[in-house]
């Protein structure tokens, strides 16, 4: 059985930045699609970024493009999350997902597995 568990998380200032991290154990981590997806409060989970199974690829939502960097180390088991230049609006809770999918999407239902969540707080 998959499990992910998120950290990194925190409050920080308009400005900042924050590094999350996701830890993946159970199966064979190369093998999974990443992503990471976000929940601000009294909204739906929205995407922001995946990354492909070796690391070579990357996709970003279109809110998070330049400032946030998806990347992976499959020797560690570990998915990253590197937000920069971080806005009050980027509140949320921050989730780490795993799909057993050949390509990169946006969609949550085609992830298999979640982490539980960690809180990011951008204060103005």
């Known amino acids: 059985q998959v499990q992910l568990v998120e950290s990194g998380g925190g409050l920080v200032q308009a400005g900042g930045s924050l590094r999350l991290s996701c830890a993946f154990t159970g199966r064979t981590f190369s093998s999974y699609t990443m992503g990471w997806f976000r929940q601000p409060p009294g909204k739906e989970r929205d995407f922001i970024a995946a990354i492909s199974r070796s690391g070579r690829s990357t996709y970003y939502a279109d809110s998070v493009k330049g400032r946030f960097t998806i990347s992976r180390d499959n020797a560690k088991n570990t998915v990253y999350l590197q937000m920069n230049s971080l806005k009050p609006e980027d509140t949320a809770v921050y989730y780490c997902?795993?799909?057993?999918?050949?390509?990169?999407?946006?969609?949550?239902?085609?992830?298999?597995?979640w982490g539980q969540g960690t809180q990011v707080t951008v204060s103005s």
């Open positions: 997902a795993a799909g057993i999918i050949a390509t990169m999407t946006p969609h949550p239902d085609a992830y298999d597995y």
